[in-house]
């Protein structure tokens, strides 16, 4: 592995990130077979692992947490907090500093560790004022129980406004951030990847692989037999992305590489990139993905890329995007119906 700087933490990663998001309910329940596929990227290079406490509820976790056992100082272990953990309990999410203490001393439990490398905000939280954040994540780190802290799917505009109340009120500093990022989704070119390289902050892709529309699996006018179909996800139906995917496969095919190699290769070639997140959920994905880390794509076939999908755009519906609440609340996007009029 050719490892890379997380941002300007001095932390090295590996260019693959071992996403666990797959083990346990959601996808593999099966705690041994996730505990070697765990190993087995940890013997291949892969140095860092990306869990959350919502995956399954914390059974992720746990199991990263058995595999890490004897091995935990060898890696750069993150976890994300913010996203509900109880839909009975109001409280038990967010990005307030009450949860967010308990929310990491629960993931520490889990995953049998006195610290994380990295202790990320899963989404914005906009009831949440951003200096009690940072000034909750300070303290815990002070406390020794985070290296550094990072967000995830925060538009451009939150990270600006993230870095200048740390600097103004002299708090830790986001120092990565995970944004989604794919050949069918790279509107983060625009604004997030730059913003990022200003601010020195290391990136963790998440959906290289477009969640799964980019494997191969999917293709226009089959129905798909897959784990992630049974879901009812409304962007592995969009015409506008399966007719790009037809699109890509050629291209591929050119660069003698599969579809999936090539999209991983695409992610990790860009300078504002650190690592790309793979979340197999069998050893066979897991095979398949470590099978494409020699792969590097010429400037032609990214040229052929650029013209099918423009650098900073995304096709159709995106995967698992972060909607901020102007566009998902009507109320904030109309106004009251008697000023609506210009006259």
Avoid at 333 to 340: D, F, V
Wanted: charged residues 25%; contains cysteine; negative net charge.
């Amino acid at each position: 592995m050719n490892y890379r700087t997380l941002g300007r933490t001095g932390m090295k990663v590996s260019p693959y990130c071992l996403g666990a998001m797959m083990f346990g309910a959601v996808g593999n329940p099966d705690h041994d077979d996730s505990v070697r596929m765990i190993h087995k990227a940890l013997d291949a290079g892969i140095n860092f692992i990306d869990t959350a406490d919502m995956y399954s509820f914390g059974e992720s976790e746990e199991i990263v947490g058995k595999a890490l056992k004897g091995r935990r100082d060898s890696v750069v272990l993150a976890t994300k907090a913010r996203l509900p953990m109880d839909p009975d309990d109001p409280n038990r999410q967010g990005a307030s500093r009450r949860w967010l203490t308990r929310a990491l001393d629960d993931s520490l439990r889990r995953l049998g560790t006195d610290h994380v490398d990295l202790f990320q905000i899963h989404r914005p939280d906009p009831d949440t004022d951003i200096e009690e954040t940072l000034s909750a994540l300070t303290d815990l780190v002070r406390a020794g129980k985070v290296r550094a802290i990072g967000t995830s799917s925060y538009p451009a505009s939150d990270i600006v406004e993230a870095q200048w109340v740390a600097e103004h009120h002299r708090l830790q500093r986001f120092r990565t951030e995970q944004p989604t990022y794919s050949l069918l989704n790279r509107g983060i070119e625009r604004e997030v990847l730059p913003v990022c390289e200003r601010y020195g902050m290391g990136t963790l892709i998440y959906s290289p692989l477009a969640g799964g529309m980019l494997t191969g699996r999917y293709r226009k006018d089959q129905a798909p037999d897959t784990h992630r179909s049974t879901y009812g996800f409304r962007y592995l139906r969009d015409e506008r992305r399966l007719d790009t995917v037809e699109r890509l496969i050629p291209v591929a095919e050119e660069a003698g590489v599969s579809l999936t190699h090539l999209a991983l290769a695409f992610v990790i070639s860009h300078p504002g990139v650190t690592s790309a997140i793979i979340g197999p959920r069998t050893m066979e994905q897991l095979d398949d993905l470590l099978a494409g880390d020699k792969v590097t794509l010429s400037d032609e076939i990214l040229d052929r890329i650029d013209a099918i999908v423009p650098p900073g755009t995304d096709v159709g519906a995106l995967d698992m995007e972060y909607a901020p609440p102007a566009i998902t609340e009507a109320h904030l996007r109309r106004r009251w119906a008697g000023e609506r009029s210009a006259a």
